[in-house]
């Protein structure tokens, strides 16, 4: 069992930079891939940055590459999401999700634990 919860968002001007944290709890050490998903409002839920926890390998989509940062803070169990130069279109619920199991960075069946989420708005 794991546990996760967001912390972080809040409401910028664009151009702005925010840190999103996740903090997990329980069996952190079965953790192997950890993702930030975002949801708009009317908008299908997407993948926005991915690590894979073993090595720290990151995936990006393409909208936030040279954007955002992702990394992992092994000691305090924590994720994070380094966002700046915001977009309006970064507007979102943002959510992190861990996985256990081989799958697709994207796939979001896949990932078990999901945290409650963490609102971003940036406004032009």
């Known amino acids: 069992q794991v546990q996760l919860v967001e912390s972080g968002g809040g409401s910028v001007q664009a151009g702005g930079s925010l840190r999103l944290s996740c903090a997990a709890s329980g069996n952190t050490a079965s953790i192997r891939t950890m993702t930030w998903f975002r949801q708009a409002p009317g908008k299908e839920r997407e993948a926005v940055a991915s690590i894979y926890t073993p090595v720290r390998m990151t995936y990006y989509h393409d909208s936030v590459k040279g954007r955002f940062t992702i990394s992992q803070d092994n000691a305090k169990n924590t994720l994070y999401l380094q966002m700046n130069s915001l977009k309006p279109e970064d507007t979102a619920m943002y959510y992190c999700?861990?996985?256990?199991?081989?799958?697709?960075?994207?796939?979001?069946?896949?990932?078990?634990?999901w945290g409650q989420g963490t609102q971003v708005t940036v406004s032009s």
């Open positions: 999700a861990a996985k256990t199991v081989y799958g697709s960075w994207t796939s979001q069946p896949s990932y078990r634990y």
